[in-house]
């Protein structure tokens, strides 16, 4: 866990430190004196205003990148028209990629009027040569790209910057490194992600995540323990453990732990008191991880657990390794275990090749699972993915069809599922004053849906027991008792 550290005891006339994290300490104390000299001569403090795409996993990302520059003297913002702006990208749809083009216009617009303004890209977008060639010889005014596997150096390559007045552009193929105790922002006090391991290995067809994240490394879970634990210390009451394989955790360790015997590590840690994880993979949920969640108190009883397809057809070809029977049978398992248990799923529709009798197994799947929600996505085509090279691509006008159709189905049984749990008492995590009423705040229960109740600003970051009073389809209002 980051300690403050003094950063006026470091000795910023000597060689930079070799060693992680004193090295990045050096450079935000470095970067600290410039920012202080900008301070000075312009009567503020410069802005720094991070946007995120994608996942929890860039979001978490946001919160470390957040840390080190307002150790660095930066005021946060949320407007683009700071003095420094981060994009930390996605790319695991094409949409991700083109918003990220268009808004790099506006922010060409703005340089022009304030050219001391910095910009920096990052993420899993930057990690694509092709994107950052395209960066390089039309986006000229950016002054920083960097990857996923070296976000830790943005206090380094920020210094860099501003030192050469040039581009700086550092990205790594890969990295068995995992740096710790780096400070970091949260975003909300209450809650967290942790992450609990990096990359993937899996090579599903339509991913590109394998390529931009790089291979699987897991943390030391003394690491992980002693994060919480500091985390529960300053306030937080629910986590989120963060990995794109959580089931895969902890098998390349030196000592290999399997992710069912951290969470029993982690149940143990006083304060805390609600665990959550994203994402299992069907293909790996062990009945031991069941066990683990079935008697544990803190852990949620949801799961997300991405089918993607529901043709074994499919699935094949999108390397899953496992079929509609294998997936309808795990669901199974684990309900018959934990009765009260609600599924969320990810489903792509018009994966290459895919039939209308195909599409009617995933109508089917979700039939018989009732998920409580899904987040449905149309099929995007990945240069450098298998299915890329996939023969064919189903045409737009019949994916957009399907893709209708899905969500209706989706929708229809996420109300019917929320009418029925009408008049149940249940426990929710109190997360902010209500928007739209000062009188009422907002909870999330255990299954991750909202209810709205009368209460006040006392009431955030605890657990409280909420009726539900009334579904009004995705959300409720409720009542405390
Ligand atoms: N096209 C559409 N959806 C995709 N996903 C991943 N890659 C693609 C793609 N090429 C979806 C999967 C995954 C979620 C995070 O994004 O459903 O579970
Ligand atoms: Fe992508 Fe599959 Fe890895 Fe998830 S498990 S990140 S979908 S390759």
Known sequence: MYNKIDLDR???????????????????????????????????????????????????????????????????????????????TCTVRENANLKVYGRLGFLQTRKKKNPNMLIALCGCMMQEQQVVEKIQKSYRFVDIIFGTHNIYKLAEL????????????????????????????RKYPFKSGVNIMFGCNNFCSYCIVPYVRGRERSRNPQDIVREITGLVADGVSEIMLLGQNVNSYGKNLDKPVSFAELLKEIEQIEGLKRIRFMTPHPKDFSNELIEVMKS???????????????????????NRHYTKEQYLALVERIRTA??????????????????????????????????????TFIYSKRTGTLAAEMEDQVPEEIVGKRFDRLLHEIQKISAELTKEREGKIETALVEEINVQSQEFVTGRLSNNLLVHFKGDASLIGKLVSVKLKESKGFYYIGELV
């Open 10 to 88: 470091i000795d910023i006339n000597l060689a930079p430190p070799l060693e992680e994290p004193d090295r990045q300490y050096y450079f935000i104390a470095k970067c600290r004196e410039l920012i202080r000299e900008f301070g000075q001569k312009n009567g503020r403090f410069p802005t720094a205003c991070i946007q995120t795409f994608g996942c929890q996993m860039n979001s978490r990302d946001s919160e470390k990148l957040l840390g080190v520059l307002k150790e660095i003297g930066y005021q946060e913002s949320d407007s683009e028209e700071a003095d420094f702006v981060i994009y930390n």
């Open 158 to 185: 920020l210094y860099q910057r501003m030192q050469s007045g040039k581009m700086v552009v550092d990205l790594w193929k890969d990295t068995a490194n995992i740096v710790e105790d780096l400070p970091n922002q």
């Open 296 to 318: 544990s108190h803190k852990i949620c009883k949801q799961v997300h657990l991405p089918v993607q397809s529901g043709s074994s057809r499919i699935l094949k070809l999108m």
């Open 338 to 375: 934990m009765p009260e248990v609600s599924f969320t799923t990810d489903i792509i529709v018009g994966f290459p090749g895919e039939t209308e009798e195909d599409f009617e197994e995933t109508l089917d799947v979700v039939k018989k699972v009732r998920f409580d929600s899904a987040f």
